[in-house]
């Protein structure tokens, strides 16, 4: 059993930057691909972005591919989001999510998910 916890979600202007932790607990995190997924008001939940196991494996969706990052400290069993020159269109709940690879991940097929954060852009 996985818990995620999501943070640092808020209100920013168009072109601000947020960075998003999602905690797990559990001492298998490192056994886990790790990902990013949002959901729009009246969209179905879609995929942002994944990261490996270890860390050397990252993928994004076309949509944030140059402004969004992905990274992990398995130390502290956490992965982040840094998310920069944000748009309006990226309003969303923001939810951690983890899989048994980045493959299932890309796929949407997670093992546990998170409760999500708000992230809202001003234009």
């Known amino acids: 059993q996985v818990q995620l916890a999501e943070s640092g979600g808020g209100l920013v202007q168009a072109g601000g930057s947020l960075r998003l932790s999602c905690a797990a607990s559990?001492?298998?995190?490192?056994?886990?691909?790790m990902g990013w997924f949002r959901q729009a008001p009246g969209k179905e939940r879609e995929f942002v972005a994944a990261?490996?196991?270890?860390?050397?494996?990252?993928y994004y969706a076309d949509s944030v591919k140059g402004r969004f990052t992905i990274s992990r400290d398995n130390a502290k069993n956490t992965v982040y989001l840094q998310m920069n020159s944000l748009k309006p269109e990226d309003t969303a709940i923001y939810y951690c999510?983890?899989?048994?690879?980045?493959?299932?991940?890309?796929?949407?097929?997670?093992?546990?998910w998170g409760q999500g954060t708000q992230v809202t852009v001003a234009s």
């Open positions: 999510a983890v899989g048994g690879s980045t493959a299932y991940l890309l796929r949407g097929q997670t093992d546990y």
């Open positions: 559990g001492r298998t995190f490192n056994l886990y691909a």
């Open positions: 990261i490996s196991q270890g860390g050397g494996n990252t």
